[in-house]
C-alpha cells in the first residue's frame, strides 16, 4: 500500500478510519507499513495503516462548518466491498 501512498505526499487527503471518523488535513509522510504522517491545524498525527479504510486526495479541506455537518460512519472494522466503499465516498463528496 505505501508504494500507492507516494502520489499523495503533501497533498490534502482525507481518511475515514476503522471507528468511521472522517479526518482530513495534508499528508506530510508514510512508512513501508502504510502508517500515515497527517498535519491537522499545525498538529502531527500518525495514523496506524490498520485503521485507516478508505484514503483518498481531496482539492481543499473541508472549513470547521462544513466539519461539522459530516455524519459519523458506522463502525467497519471488516473490510468493505467495492460497493460499501463507493457508498462512503458518495456520502464525504455528496
Not at 11 to 23: A, C, F, P, Y
Not at 54 to 70: A, F, N
Request: aromatic share 6%; net charge negative.
Amino acid at each position: 500500500m505505501s508504494a500507492l501512498l507516494k502520489e499523495y505526499l503533501n497533498g490534502n487527503v482525507m481518511l475515514v478510519n476503522v471507528d468511521g471518523e472522517t479526518l482530513y488535513g495534508e499528508m506530510k509522510g508514510f512508512d513501508h507499513s502504510g502508517n500515515i504522517i497527517l498535519l491537522k491545524d499545525k498538529t502531527l498525527s500518525v495514523i496506524r495503516s490498520s485503521e485507516v479504510v478508505l484514503c483518498g486526495l481531496v482539492d481543499k479541506i473541508p472549513d470547521q462548518k462544513q466539519l461539522e455537518k459530516v455524519e459519523m460512519l458506522p463502525a467497519c472494522k471488516n473490510k468493505l466491498g467495492l460497493k460499501e466503499e463507493t457508498e462512503i465516498w458518495s456520502k464525504r463528496w455528496g
